[in-house]
């Protein structure tokens, strides 16, 4: 029997271990994540059951792993290296829309059942500190750079970062899971330029007054007009 190359090796458990995720998601779509049972999944991937536990503890592991697989980091990423270096007020409304848009992709891949992992108190460690606090970090540490340059008034970055996350976040539950945008249609300019100047006004730091010097008492800047 030829040998199998370690790298060619890792690419077959990697395929093995998205063939059962992928399957996973669609039991859950279908079935409901409490209703489904891992001969579901090994049924739906084409596999013995025998097979998913070479790969998953349990039906509780592939939920974690599922929860990893569909994270928005590199998404994060992408957005923060393209808008590294420019002033906040420029381009935040064009970066909470990117938000807008890959939440989306990922809502319309998988309806809600995100939400419903996510939610779970099994699985939502997993969600707090493989995606939620390591992208909470990544924007963090934007804005602290912002803060030393004098752009940001000084914040708690991580608590900032997670407010403008949680912001958008829950847009899009209540927009595309719950119904909002049937309910109570928003336009999606409303949305990008309600988020952004909301978010700018609490952490740009005061421009000071016209024919004044330094910070003290000075207002605010329009943000995202």
Excluded at 47 to 55: A, D, P, R
Excluded at 134 to 149: P, S
Excluded at 173 to 202: C, K, N, W, Y
Aim: with cysteine.
């Amino acid at each position: 029997m030829p040998l199998i190359s370690a790298s060619n090796r890792e690419s077959h458990l990697e395929s093995r271990r998205e063939q059962l995720a992928h399957a996973a998601l669609k039991v859950f779509v279908r079935k409901g994540i409490d209703e489904a049972t891992v001969s579901d999944i090994t049924s739906e991937a084409g596999l013995g059951k025998g097979t998913f536990y070479l790969y998953f503890e349990n039906k509780d592991a592939i939920i974690d792993e599922l929860v990893q697989r569909f994270t928005l980091l590199p998404d994060e990423r992408r957005l923060l290296e393209q808008f590294a270096g420019a002033p906040l007020r420029d381009i935040l409304a064009r970066a909470v829309s990117g938000m807008l848009d890959a939440f989306r992709v990922k809502a319309a891949r998988t309806p809600n059942i995100l939400w419903q992992l996510a939610l779970r108190s099994s699985n939502g460690r997993t969600l707090l500190e493989h995606v939620l606090i390591e992208g909470n970090e990544l924007l963090a540490g934007q804005l602290r750079d912002r803060v030393k340059a004098g752009e940001l008034r000084p914040i708690d970055e991580f608590v900032a970062a997670r407010c403008l996350i949680g912001m958008v976040l829950m847009f899009i539950l209540t927009e595309e899971v719950m119904g909002g945008s049937q309910a109570h249609p928003l336009a999606e300019e409303t949305i990008i330029s309600g988020i952004a100047d909301l978010f700018l006004r609490g952490v740009l730091a005061p421009q000071p007054s016209p024919g004044r010097s330094g910070t003290t008492g000075g207002s605010f800047p329009r943000g995202a007009d």
